[in-house]
């Protein structure tokens, strides 16, 4: 019967730390997996030495020329038998709870196809790797996953496994975008799981001197250009954020550098800076004052205008009416002269003109209501909400 799990285990030159890294599987609290010990072309007589006398329960060793970490992983995966497959560095170690924890997501969630974690460094340095996202556009401007993460084996097997010919690192970068462009889904457990650790001569450490990474994410933006294309936007955003925050860092620093090397006259400066923050927040209070007045006083003005137009309007719709009923009872009675009927008429004429212009009026103080109810004072003060009232009230 196949095992649940397969832990492939590369090591190349790395036999003086194999043996915390197989302890470490070893002591997980679910016990249904495999080992695939893949030897990646070792030639340190140490490594060799330790990999000869490898003995340990569900474990199995596979030697190989030096085909590169890709290479070695592929290698491994093709060789076992698991659904999930967890790939580890030989130098790392996986805490006791990891494979129970993420086999069960995986379960109970088949539309994910792996499962990543935050992880803690040791060694040569400490700190503590907490991603929050691992959809695009997070994944895309820096790999969010770490390469223990477990995944399913029919999903590594769908888009080919590792890419071998990216032997000088982000080749599980690479594998999680590709899998992102076939649809496929991730998730991170905000706990850690995996202990990272810390080598001077680590191929982590090289890929990131010099030029290096840079070239290899062009490259990887090259091979994956569309869903770079459709995230750009995003990505722009995400390193112009970066940059406002190391920018705030380096003056945070800059101002602790001045503390240590004169605290009284960084005293002074911080005093300084305090009033004219404070100065600058009166000022700002200010101005608000003045836009709230400002704005009052226009709903005011607005106000009485429009109240004054209404009652124009109200006046000149009864002369209407009436110059309308005279001529109604004039052409009834038949007794009103060909002068006055046209003296009436005329009137008629200017009455409705008069309505028209009233009316047009109305509309554009109606206009610039609706330009001050979008206005920033109209947002911030909110003063003319008696004057919107009285617009939207149905004429009568």
Request: aromatic share 6%; net charge neutral; with cysteine.
């Amino acid at each position: 019967m196949s095992p649940r799990v397969s832990v492939v285990v590369t090591c190349h030159n790395l036999g003086a730390y194999l043996a915390d890294a197989l302890d470490s599987i070893q002591g997980q609290t679910l016990q249904d997996f495999e080992v695939v010990v893949v030897d990646d072309g070792s030639t340190d007589p140490g490594t060799l030495e330790n990999l000869g006398a490898l003995r340990r329960p569900h474990t199995r060793l596979l030697r190989s020329r030096n085909r590169g970490l890709p290479g070695a992983r592929n290698l491994g995966v093709r060789e076992a038998h698991g659904a999930y497959v967890c790939c580890l560095d030989a130098d790392d170690i996986l805490l006791p709870r990891w494979l129970e924890e993420a086999t069960r997501v995986l379960d109970h969630d088949p539309g994910l196809a792996y499962v990543s974690h935050w992880l803690r460094a040791f060694g040569e340095r400490e700190w503590e790797w907490t991603p929050e996202s691992c959809e695009p556009p997070a994944l895309l401007d820096r790999n969010t996953v770490n390469g223990a993460a477990l995944v399913r084996r029919e999903a590594l097997e769908a888009v080919g496994g590792y890419d071998e010919s990216m032997r000088q690192g982000c080749e599980d970068w690479e594998l999680w975008i590709r899998l992102a462009e076939r649809g496929y889904r991730g998730t991170i457990l905000k706990q850690v799981h995996f202990l990272y650790r810390q080598r001077p001569d680590s191929m982590t450490r090289a890929m990131h001197r010099g030029a290096m990474h840079p070239a290899l994410f062009a490259q990887i933006v090259g091979r994956h250009q569309a869903i770079y294309r459709d995230h750009v936007g995003a990505l722009l955003r995400r390193r112009h954020q970066e940059l406002v925050d190391l920018e705030r860092t380096a003056l945070d620093l800059d101002h602790e550098i001045g503390v240590v090397r004169d605290p009284e006259r960084a005293f002074w400066r911080v005093e300084v800076e305090a009033r004219q923050a404070k100065q600058g927040r009166l000022q700002r209070v200010r101005d608000l004052e003045r836009d709230l007045e400002r704005a009052r006083a226009e709903g005011a003005a607005l106000g009485a205008a429009v109240e004054s137009t209404r009652r124009e309007l109200a006046d000149t719709q009864g002369e209407l009416a009436r110059t309308q009923h005279a001529l109604a009872v004039a052409a009834q009675e038949r007794d009103v002269g060909e002068a006055d009927a046209t003296a009436l008429r005329a009137h008629l004429e200017s009455t409705r003109r008069e309505w028209a212009a009233l009316q047009r009026d109305v509309g554009e103080l109606q206009r610039i209501v609706e330009a001050l109810r979008t206005s920033w004072s109209w947002r911030l003060t909110r003063p003319l909400r008696a004057v919107d009232a009285l617009l939207r009230r149905p004429q009568r």
